[in-house]
């Protein structure tokens, strides 16, 4: 019953109406799934956008070409309307239901950018919980917002950092899509249209295990800065998704296991671990835009 309350209050704080998606336009017949699997088919889209949309290093998109493109006025449109007739639990693996959602999420977020007309930042409206609420799909029937793919079902339920309460109530049909345990490096895939965000790459089941090696480790390296004697500065997602790294011993952890072995870093942290500092720099919320 909170669940429930504090969500019509933030629906009506945020004008975040529980019906309104993205990929259900007024009017326009929902097309049978596709033939493909419709996993399959977003990794496809990725490709295209990556090729076509993103830049190399997978951290700028070229909204204004983007909007205007056959890509997205029709393969685009065409592919998340199919996501109304898509059967989640046909992702049998724990590998193909990461990086399914991993993957929309991403396109969710560049679909988002464009339908909300969002120019300057994500963040722009009650510090982003207007657009990561209203941003949002209907898959399989359920609505199903940024915040619900990411707290709700990549994030086993645990919730919004800044909100109380797990993400999806207990009689929520969405929660038998939550998966079982968080894995901590889906930080590192998820892009958020943010210039602090990580690149958008394609997710695939076969790869998984490496690809989010990766990414974390491209991260962890690129990213955190010794401070003085003591100090080592890293990005805000440590702090904001600090239980999902185990707590503060779990994050230096994190970064022992990511930063590479001959890296001074890592020989720093490994001897001053006990009196380490951590330090969170601000996130730049800045559209990621080319």
């Known amino acids: 019953m909170l669940i429930q309350l504090r969500e019509f209050l933030l629906n009506g704080l945020t004008g975040s109406h529980p019906q309104r998606v993205l990929n259900n336009p007024p009017g326009q017949e929902i097309p049978p799934a596709p033939m493909e699997r419709l996993d399959e088919a977003l990794r496809l889209l990725l490709n295209r956008l990556i090729g076509d949309a ?80 209203q941003a949002a799909y209907c898959v399989g029937g359920q609505r199903l917002s940024l915040d619900d793919i990411e707290h709700g079902i990549l994030r086993a339920n645990r919730g919004h950092p800044f909100l109380p309460g797990p993400q999806f109530a207990k009689n929520d049909p969405r929660l038998a899509w939550a998966l079982p345990r968080v894995d901590a490096r889906i930080h590192f895939a998820l892009n958020c249209a943010s210039r602090s965000c990580p690149p958008i790459g394609v997710y695939r089941p076969t790869h998984l295990d490496q690809q989010l090696d990766l990414a974390a480790a491209h991260f962890v390296e690129q990213d955190i800065e010794r401070v003085g004697e003591t100090g080592l500065r890293l990005s805000s997602i440590f702090r904001w998704y600090q239980q999902d790294f185990g707590g503060v011993e779990g994050v230096i952890d994190f970064l022992l296991r990511f930063l590479p072995a001959g890296d001074p870093r890592r020989g720093w942290l490994v001897e001053n671990r006990r009196s380490v500092n951590l330090l969170y720099r601000p996130y730049d919320w800045q559209l990621n835009r080319l």
């Open 54 to 133: 993103i830049s190399p290093d997978g951290k700028e998109v070229d909204y204004q070409w983007l909007r205007s493109s056959s890509l997205f006025t029709r393969d685009f449109r065409n592919l998340t309307i199919a996501l109304n007739r898509f059967d989640p639990p046909q992702l049998r693996s724990r590998a193909e239901q990461i990086c399914f959602w991993i993957n929309l999420y991403n396109v969710l977020a560049l679909h988002a950018v464009i339908e909300l007309n969002v120019h300057t930042s994500v963040s722009e409206r009650w510090g982003g919980l207007a657009f990561f609420r």
